[in-house]
């Protein structure tokens, strides 16, 4: 491990921040969960640091646990965002008369 | 060593990148070079496993329902604000504190003093550290009730997504629907045996 680990560590409190301040600023629903999503990266990247230091695999585990919770969590926002801004109420094509004539 | 400053910047780069874009799309294609830079980072670190997973389940899966989701909601120019508007009052407190915990979280990681690493291992081959065996026999034997509870979550989520998503329609509304659709069909029925 040629780089310290101080680095590692600044460059994901970096991220982290940047996701931070992305979910304070940005109004755009879509675009504050991509933030979320790079807090998470930044935490696994902390992760795999460690564990790349200490050559022991428990933090490859927990970046796993990790990526598992973040893809639930982007599905359950996606989720939410479809059911508040959803464009048609209807989901059945018989109901729509738009193109009826 | 050069390989983790260039990809540092690219990383922070495609970060702000992600944050600052003005249609959600591009933040998309930040996020997607973000990601992949940070596969690339893992595999520096011998994580090979977490690297493909990474893009598979990251890029493949996420961003996908990222974009999906814009595509439906037809680009994510309509139902919402951009641009910065947030925070109109408190702005200067709020980024002087996130400043000051910035601050203050990069002076401690420079002053203290890390625990020393261990003497390296190979890196690459089957068996060693990072590699999918080893990470394998990790998760199947010693970490299989993490595993289990992965697993669970996954369902939770499925289950919150079905609860969220399915209770548009009403049993009467859909019965409804059914019964005009069945009404549908029997007179294109009736129809094509006339004609």
């Given at each position: ?101 | ?86 925070l109109?009052k408190i702005w200067l407190p709020a980024g002087f ?99």
């Open positions: 491990m040629s780089v310290p680990i101080n680095d590692y560590v600044s460059l994901a409190s970096v991220i982290f921040f940047i996701g931070v301040i992305g979910v304070i600023v940005r109004r755009n629903p879509l675009i504050m969960l991509m933030s979320v999503e790079l807090m998470f990266n930044a935490a696994n990247l902390l992760l795999i640091a460690y564990a790349r230091l200490w050559l022991h695999n428990v933090g490859h585990i927990f970046a796993f646990i990790v990526i598992t919770v973040a893809a639930a969590e982007a599905a359950i926002g996606l989720a939410i965002v479809v059911t508040t801004f959803r464009p048609e109420k209807y989901v059945d094509v018989d109901d729509i008369r738009r193109l009826h004539g | 060593m050069i390989a983790f400053w260039v990809l540092a910047a690219v990383l922070i780069a495609s970060a702000v990148w992600t944050i600052v874009a003005k249609k959600p799309v591009y933040s998309v294609v930040a996020l997607l070079l973000n990601f992949a830079t940070l596969a690339v980072l893992y595999v520096t670190l011998s994580a090979e496993f977490l690297a493909v997973i990474q893009i598979i389940v990251y890029s493949g899966a996420i961003l996908v329902l990222f974009v999906f989701v814009i595509a439906l909601l037809g680009s994510g120019v309509a139902p919402f604000p951009t641009g910065p508007n947030r109109p504190f996130t400043l000051a915990a910035f601050g203050f979280l990069i002076y401690a990681v420079s002053n203290v003093k890390m625990a020393a690493a261990p003497a390296t291992g190979a890196v690459g081959n089957a068996g060693v550290f990072g590699s999918v065996a080893d990470f394998g026999k990790a998760l199947f034997t010693v970490q299989l009730l993490p595993f289990e509870a992965t697993g669970l979550v996954l369902m939770v989520a499925v289950i919150g997504v079905i609860t969220l998503g399915g209770e548009q329609m009403s049993d009467a509304e859909a019965q409804q629907s059914r019964m005009r659709a069945d009404r549908a069909v029997r007179e294109a029925i009736l129809r094509e045996g006339k004609g």
